[in-house]
């Protein structure tokens, strides 16, 4: 597909905003073509019969001819890698959190009770 798009003509092309899609968006804008995300929920409208590759790829042609589409800024690499690290830490907040508080229910199972540590780092009862 990649030596397809690199020997095509500069074009249109529509993409799903999925996993992977500002990649590829990013990856055929370096060939010339303008890349034009969108967001799945705006495109489901235009499917016409059962969800498919070919269902799909109309759908969004339909899609982009839309005058009123509303369309996804592709994300650079930092923006994404940003993201990430902020998703990450999230994450990690979470399962320190989930953790903290099986501790204390494990912990009570043995008569053994202590405070509850809320998210941000207060100490409730």
């Keep these: 597909m990649v030596k397809f798009f690199e020997k095509a003509a500069p074009t249109i092309v529509a993409l799903e905003a999925c996993g992977g899609a500002h990649h590829w968006a ?22 016409k019969r059962g969800k498919n590759d070919a269902a ?8 982009t001819s839309r005058p009123t589409m509303r369309f996804v ?12 690290l902020v998703g990450m830490r999230e994450r ?3 399962n320190r959190t989930q953790m903290a508080n099986a501790i204390r229910g494990f912990a009570m199972e043995f008569g ?8 941000h780092g207060a100490i409730s009862e």
Excluded: N, W
């Design 92 to 94: 990690l907040i979470r």
């Design 26 to 47: 990013r990856l055929l804008a370096s060939f010339g073509h303008k890349v034009k995300l969108i967001a799945p929920q705006l495109a489901k409208p235009y499917v």
């Design 112 to 119: 053994i009770v202590a405070a509850r540590i809320e998210p």
């Design 73 to 84: 800024p592709v994300k650079t690499a930092d923006q994404q890698a940003a993201l990430t």
């Design 56 to 63: 799909d790829a109309e759908a969004l042609f339909e899609a």
